[in-house]
């Protein structure tokens, strides 16, 4: 077996370093011991800025001071319609010589021997929810079998860990590679009983139709054999050429519903919400009070009901949940809002003390509301402008994303 390799085997430290540097890659050390995980960032992934460096970068685990590689990673790969723009990191395809593997639903985890210890990382972390919980799930286990020379790719599943796939109370790490200490890939058959019996699963393999073959049977949520998929089922195929090149490939359902979980957070549910509610209104105060453009707004039809059509019951409830809120939120200032109104009706007469008592009211949202009433404005929209979540996470992260 070849010896470990050091970075320097794969591209010239001052590029990593240069990566870094600008933000394409993040560097995070080990709490306690000298090594560093190297993950390309998402600024890497929003510009497209894939070098030989951010597309080694996946997870990439070295040890400080001497540069060698001692958790090998698989380089970043693409989707199939990738490889047709032309771009030199996602080159053209041949039809054969392809495998075809189900694509876990997870999260990415690196197992690598160090130090006398087997340890694990999540795709870009040392200390992370996802890898706290693998390295726990190996501390458990007899790993005698294991070869400490090589790096074990797995994908890490946990209900707790749930991205869109529903993968039940399954708990364990899925055996996606194996790679050798210069991060050349092994044979999986050859490991795959050492990992079951570690008490793991390995990545299930399937018959390969050709390309065109497998991207209709994707684009119609289904299986070649015509079992229909859904979005909570299956997530795709990652298909290997006998080059090692990768290419991942998902089912248009997943595809739909992962844009929903991991990109809708509180903030659009109160936008989507507020078109809703004020359908009828004048699109430009729609569209300023929600901080969207006037087109947003005439486009939206239900946007909300919309939102959740056929996703998981977690994510309707989470949803319902954030909107009973923010309604709940409204009505209580709205109501608090008529009735300091009501309290400074006798002063209506006389602007100036009116003016006074409503800019002396402790909640300046109150106090605002009380001149649209007096004006004869309606003041819920104004209201729910002001009730406007602060920025968060989506309902769920994806750390590929």
């Excluded at 929600?290 to 039809?301: D, F, I, K, Y």
Aim: aromatic share 8%.
């Amino acid at each position: 077996m070849s010896e470990p390799t050091t970075v320097s085997a794969l591209f010239h430290p001052d590029d990593l370093a240069g990566a870094v540097e600008r933000g394409l890659v993040a560097r995070r050390r080990h709490p306690q011991l000298p090594l560093s995980i190297y993950t390309y960032t998402r600024t890497c992934v929003f510009e497209r800025r894939w070098t030989p460096v951010t597309l080694r970068c996946r997870g990439l685990v070295v040890e400080d001071g001497t540069d060698r590689i001692v958790g090998p990673c698989l380089p970043k790969f693409f989707g199939l319609a990738e490889h047709d723009l032309g771009a030199a990191y996602a080159p053209a395809l041949p039809d054969g010589g392809f495998e075809a593997f189900d694509k876990e639903d997870g999260s990415l985890g690196q197992v690598f021997h160090y130090a006398g210890r087997w340890r694990a990382a999540s795709k870009g972390a040392f200390v992370s929810r996802q890898a706290g919980w693998a390295q726990d799930w190996l501390d458990e286990r007899d790993t005698d079998a294991l070869d400490p020379v090589l790096g074990y790719v797995t994908e890490i599943i946990h209900p707790d860990n749930r991205i869109v796939v529903d993968n039940g109370s399954e708990r364990t790490l899925v055996l996606l590679a194996v790679l050798g200490p210069d991060g050349t890939e092994q044979p999986l058959a050859a490991h795959a009983d050492d990992w079951i019996a570690l008490g793991g699963r390995v990545v299930r393999s399937r018959p390969v139709a050709s390309l065109a073959e497998l991207a209709r049977a994707a684009a119609e949520n289904r299986l070649p054999d015509g079992t229909a998929i859904t979005g909570t089922t299956a997530e795709g195929w990652v298909l290997r050429h006998t080059s090692g090149r990768r290419v991942k490939l998902k089912f248009t359902d997943y595809v739909r519903l992962h844009r929903i979980l991991t990109g809708v957070t509180e903030r659009d549910i109160w936008r989507y919400l507020g078109m809703q509610r004020f359908a009828g209104r004048d699109p430009r105060h729609v569209a300023h009070a929600l901080s969207c453009s006037e087109a947003e707004v005439t486009a939206q039809t239900a946007p909300f009901d919309a939102l959740l059509d056929l996703v998981p019951d977690e994510f309707d409830a989470w949803v319902r949940a954030v909107a009973d809120r923010l309604m709940d939120e409204a009505a209580a200032i709205e109501a608090a809002t008529r009735a300091a109104f009501a309290d400074a009706s006798h002063l209506l007469a006389d602007r100036a003390a009116f003016a006074h008592a409503a800019s002396a009211h402790p909640d300046a949202r109150i106090g605002a509301g009380m001149f649209q009433l007096r004006d004869g404005r309606p003041i819920d929209l104004p209201i729910w402008r002001t009730v406007k979540p602060d920025p968060t996470d989506a309902f769920r992260l994806d750390d590929e994303t």
